[in-house]
C-alpha cells in the first residue's frame, strides 16, 4: 500500500512538472498559475501544494528539471586536455540553451531572489567552478577561482539574457563571442604573444596577457592543495589563507 502511494506521489509530480514546463515554453511565466497546471495534469490544487510546497516549490522544480535535461543531452561531451577552450564550449552551450529555452533560462537566471538563487542555478554554478578550476589546476589562471567563476557567471548569463531579450530578426551573437573572449583575456594567461592573432574552433582566441606571476602560481597550487594529504587540517588552513591572499592581490 505504501508503494503504490509513493508510486502515485511520483507520478503525479511528473505530470505536474511537465504540465508546467509545457505552459512556461508556450505562454510565459505568468501562465504557471497553480489553476492552470492542476487544469493540465489532471489534478487537484491541493496536490500541487503538497508535492512542491507552494508555487516557487513548484517553479525551482521546472527549473531544475528542465536544466537536468539539458546536463543529460550534453553528457556525452567529455573534457579535452584543453580546459580553457572546454570553457569555451560550455560558454555556448549556455547562450544556446538559453535562447532555445527563453522562458526556463529567464526563470532560473532573472527571478528576483536576492542572495537566493534557484536550485537549479545553484546546480549550474558547481558545474562552472569545475570548468574553472581545471583551468587553474591547468597553471592558467590569472585570477581566484572563485572571483573568475562569479565574473564568468554574471557576464554570460547576463549577457544571454540580453540577447534572449533581443527580438531574433536583431540579435548579434558576436556579442557573446566578444564578451566570451574579453572574460578569457581578464582571467587566462595562454594567449599568442606576437604573429597573427590564433583561432579556435569558435572563433578569435582572447588576446595575449601578461606572462603568469605569484598570482598565477598561487591560484594554481591552491586549487590543486586537496590533492595531498602530507600536511595537518591546521598547516593546510594556514596554506590555504595565504594562497588565497596572494592569489586575490595579484
Not at 500500500?1 to 505568468?30: K, Y
Request: hydrophobic share 45%; proline share 7%; charged share 20%.
Amino acid at each position: 500500500m505504501e508503494t503504490d502511494r509513493s508510486a502515485s506521489a511520483v507520478a503525479n509530480r511528473d505530470r505536474i512538472i511537465e504540465a508546467a514546463t509545457r505552459l512556461l515554453a508556450e505562454q510565459g511565466r505568468e501562465a504557471v498559475s497553480t489553476r492552470a497546471v492542476s487544469a493540465a495534469a489532471g489534478v487537484q490544487a491541493p496536490t500541487i501544494y503538497r508535492l512542491f510546497g507552494d508555487k516557487q516549490g513548484l517553479l525551482d522544480a521546472v527549473a531544475a528539471h528542465g536544466f537536468a535535461r539539458h546536463l543529460g543531452e550534453k553528457t556525452a561531451l567529455a573534457p579535452t586536455d584543453d580546459p580553457v577552450e572546454d570553457l569555451r564550449t560550455g560558454w555556448n552551450l549556455n547562450l544556446e540553451f538559453g535562447l532555445a529555452n527563453p522562458a526556463l533560462y529567464t526563470l532560473m537566471y532573472a527571478e528576483p531572489r536576492p542572495g537566493e538563487p534557484s536550485p537549479a542555478a545553484v546546480t549550474a554554478l558547481g558545474i562552472l567552478t569545475a570548468y574553472v578550476r581545471r583551468i587553474a589546476e591547468a597553471g592558467r589562471l590569472r585570477v581566484d577561482v572563485s572571483r573568475a567563476t562569479q565574473l564568468i557567471h554574471a557576464t554570460g548569463g547576463g549577457t544571454t539574457l540580453a540577447l534572449i531579450a533581443t527580438p531574433p530578426d536583431q540579435r548579434d551573437l558576436t556579442v557573446s563571442h566578444l564578451a566570451r573572449e574579453a572574460v578569457l583575456a581578464a582571467i587566462t594567461t595562454e594567449a599568442p604573444a606576437t604573429g597573427t592573432p590564433a583561432t579556435t574552433a569558435h572563433g578569435p582566441a582572447a588576446p595575449a596577457v601578461a606572462a603568469p606571476g605569484p598570482a598565477t602560481a598561487a591560484t594554481t597550487l591552491r586549487a590543486l592543495l586537496p590533492r595531498t594529504d602530507v600536511l595537518t587540517p591546521g598547516e593546510q588552513a594556514l596554506l590555504t589563507e595565504l594562497l588565497d591572499r596572494i592569489s586575490k592581490a595579484g
